[in-house]
């Protein structure tokens, strides 16, 4: 049974992708950020064994270090490790920060210290990016979204130069577009949407454990398999 740590996994597409992984058979370590919020408690009980949940804020080093200790005593390695927490804030100086610190270094430091307990297994990382964060490609005007371009942007930089450095060491990169879903990424439900989180949580499953016979390109696909720019 393979290994997965899926961060962000409360509600919304990280709890999805939580049960689609569930489904097929891996053993899933859920980085749950509100234990108050009862549905990976409740998934856990439906795969007993096989779902865990680990207290974790991606935005705090303390806690990171903390969720790779719990991890490392349950599992002996993590095969895959997904990185799906991410917020949005307004673009007051403390939301600027607040976002920029959950979205990319939050992912940077979760990579950085998951490293050691993922030497012995398939050595796969993958990423919730965004098109707010292709320059090349975006239509947003900055209204209110300013800061979560730019966290999505500095993102992909970030997972730009880790794949420079890991790939060599047989590393193997996703980096997910997954689409306008009705999230919970501004703290609650949005009502406007393309796709509901189970729909985008299908389709990086299938992107994330597939292999390729491109690996050592770093591409960004989204929810139709679809290559977009960075």
Not at 11 to 17: D, I, K, P, Y
Request: hydrophobic fraction near 40%; include cysteine; charge should be negative.
């Amino acid at each position: 049974m393979e290994n997965v740590f899926i961060t962000g996994a409360d509600r919304g597409v990280g709890f999805a992708l939580c049960e689609e992984f569930a489904a097929h058979g891996f053993r899933v370590l859920a980085g749950q950020y509100m234990p108050e919020w009862g549905a990976l408690a409740e998934l856990a009980e439906k795969y007993p064994g096989q779902v865990e949940c680990i207290l974790l804020d991606v935005s705090d080093t303390a806690s990171v270090q903390e969720a790779v200790s719990t991890a490392s005593e349950l599992v002996d390695r993590i095969d895959i490790l997904v990185n799906c927490a991410g917020i949005i804030r307004d673009d007051s100086r403390k939301g600027f920060y607040d976002t920029l610190n959950t979205n990319t270094v939050g992912t940077l430091r979760t990579v950085e210290l998951f490293l050691p307990l993922m030497k012995a297994g398939r050595r796969r990382l993958c990423f919730f990016s965004s098109e707010a964060g292709s320059i090349s490609m975006l239509h947003r005007t900055g209204d209110g979204d300013t800061s979560y371009c730019v966290s999505k942007a500095m993102l992909n930089m970030t997972v730009r130069l880790m794949f420079n450095e890991l790939r060599p060491e047989g590393y193997t990169f996703r980096v997910y577009h997954p689409g306008w879903v009705r999230s919970y990424m501004s703290g609650k439900k949005a009502d406007r949407g393309h796709y509901e989180p189970e729909e985008s949580a299908a389709a990086a499953f299938r992107q994330f454990t597939q292999e390729r016979s491109f690996e050592d390109a770093l591409v960004m696909t989204d929810i139709k398999g679809e290559v977009w720019p960075f």
